[in-house]
């Protein structure tokens, strides 16, 4: 069965970075693209960008340019997302999602990130 | 960016009547080469991650029941739901996926009357 499992929450002050971690299981990591969508609270969805599992190929939105990272560690079947220079507007849960052609069809359980001083 | 938007915003349907949500882009999704619609539509239930129900407009994803159906074309899509249960509350997201950033509707919130 497949599954994308997330690390768990975090909380980070104002002006800090956070990674979030989603590893694959049930499926060839490298035959589909991992996207980031993340969801303030009591907010709808926010699409952040999408890295390939085969190729490393990246696509950013453009309000996250210059302080998002996606990365994928195809040895462990993983995908990472970094976001820096945190504001309190990014408090909100992180989702990963499975894309392959279609739109996000498996998802992760999501990642609460809290941005408090 | 295609901007998505949902009407409307809540919705309250009596148990096994019809529910009807609407979905307008700002342009068209649909890409003539393949003949495809971009656009899915999505359940989220409190504390969990969005569902999809529906893509290609109108495929329905492994599982979904069949009382769940989407229409539309171009610019215009619908979802309806069918013989509303109480399982189908929840708010729900229509996506474009035709073009980044993949934008999604605001939501619109589904309850029992």
């Known amino acids: 069965q497949v599954h994308l499992v997330q690390s768990g929450a975090e909380v980070r002050k104002p002006g800090a970075s956070v990674k979030v971690s989603c590893k694959a299981s049930?499926?060839?990591?490298?035959?589909?693209?991992i996207t980031w969508i993340r969801q303030a609270p009591g907010q709808g969805l926010e699409w952040m960008g999408w890295?390939?599992?085969?190729?490393?190929?990246?696509k950013y939105a453009q309000k996250f340019q210059g302080r998002v990272t996606m990365t994928t560690d195809t040895s462990t079947s993983t995908a990472y997302m970094e976001l820096r220079s945190l504001r309190s507007d990014d408090t909100a849960v992180y989702y990963c999602a499975r894309l392959g052609g279609a739109p996000p069809d498996v998802w992760g359980q999501g990642t609460l990130v809290t941005v408090s001083s | 960016d295609i901007v998505m938007t949902q009407s409307p915003d809540s919705l309250a349907v009596s148990l096994g009547e019809r529910a009807t949500i609407n979905c307008k882009s700002s342009q068209s999704v649909f890409y003539s080469s393949n003949n495809k619609n971009y656009l899915a539509w999505y359940q989220q239930k409190p504390g969990q991650p969005p569902k999809l129900l529906i893509y290609?407009?109108?495929t329905r994803e492994s599982g979904v029941p069949d009382r769940f159906s989407g229409s539309g074309s171009g610019t215009d899509f619908t979802l309806t739901i069918s013989g509303l249960q109480a399982e189908d509350v929840a708010v729900y997201y229509c996506?474009?996926?035709?073009?980044?950033?993949?934008?999604f509707g605001q939501g619109t919130k589904l309850e029992i009357k």
């Open positions: 049930g499926y060839t990591f490298t035959s589909y693209t």
């Open positions: 290609w407009a109108s």
């Open positions: 996506q474009q996926y035709y073009s980044s950033p993949q934008t």
């Open positions: 890295i390939s599992g085969y190729n490393g190929n990246i």
